[in-house]
Structures are given as structure tokens and as C-alpha cells.
């Protein structure tokens, strides 16, 4: 059992900048694939970013790619994304999620789901 607890949400204006955090519980994380998805409203969950276990592979969808890095600190049990030259359309509730295999950009893939953080960007 994995608990996802979700940080670093607010406003920001078009081109700023956040850091989300995920912090995990337990002592297996360092075996779990971590992703972040993203949920605007009357929209559903897409995928945003992923990285491998152990860090050996990441993968980002189209729309963030070149603007968001995703990481992780499997000392800390801890994932982040750091989102760059943010955009209007960026705006959603962020979700992190985590899953034992390798990893996908397919939500009903993962197994655990952190509450999300509200990100919101300004024109």
C-alpha cells in the first residue's frame, strides 16, 4: 500500500514557474513507477509525465515536453515536477500516481492516487 500526498499547487502567471512534490509512504517506493496526471475541468485525466523506478527512463507528453522536468529523490520517497514557461492551458488539479510496473502514460494503469494539488496560470 502506497499513500501519495501532493505539494506545491498555487497561481501563477503565464511563463512563471512551480515545483509540485509527491511525498510517498512506505519503504517500497524506490520499486514503483511514478507518473503526473492532470484533470481540468469537464475534461478527463490526462497523462503529463512519468519516470521509471529507478530513474532510468522518463517520458512526457507532447504538450509539456520541453518545459516540465519530472524527478525523483528515492531517499526522500519523493517525486517531483518542475513546470516551466507555464500556460493558460496548463491549468488543472495535478495528480501524481504510482504503479509496481514499467511505466505508461494510461491512468487506469496505476494503482495509487495522490488527492491532487490545484495549479492555476494567469493570462
Known amino acids: 500500500q502506497v499513500q501519495l500526498v501532493e505539494s506545491g499547487g498555487g497561481l501563477v502567471q503565464a511563463g512563471g514557474s512551480l515545483r509540485l512534490s509527491c511525498a510517498a509512504s512506505?519503504?517500497?517506493?524506490?520499486?514503483?513507477?511514478m507518473g503526473w496526471f492532470r484533470q481540468a475541468p469537464g475534461k478527463e485525466r490526462e497523462f503529463v509525465a512519468v519516470?521509471?523506478?529507478?530513474?532510468?527512463?522518463?517520458y512526457y507528453a507532447d504538450s509539456v515536453k520541453g518545459r516540465f522536468t519530472i524527478s525523483r529523490d528515492n531517499a526522500k520517497n519523493t517525486v517531483y515536477l518542475q513546470m516551466n514557461n507555464l500556460k493558460p492551458e496548463d491549468t488543472a488539479v495535478y495528480y501524481c500516481?504510482?504503479?509496481?510496473?514499467?511505466?505508461?502514460?494510461?491512468?487506469?494503469?496505476?494503482?495509487?492516487w495522490g488527492q491532487g494539488t490545484q495549479v492555476t496560470v494567469s493570462s
Open positions: 512506505g519503504r517500497t517506493f524506490s520499486t514503483y513507477a
Open positions: 500516481a504510482a504503479r509496481t510496473r514499467l511505466f505508461t502514460s494510461t491512468p487506469s494503469d496505476y494503482n495509487y
Open positions: 519516470v521509471s523506478a529507478l530513474s532510468t527512463g522518463t
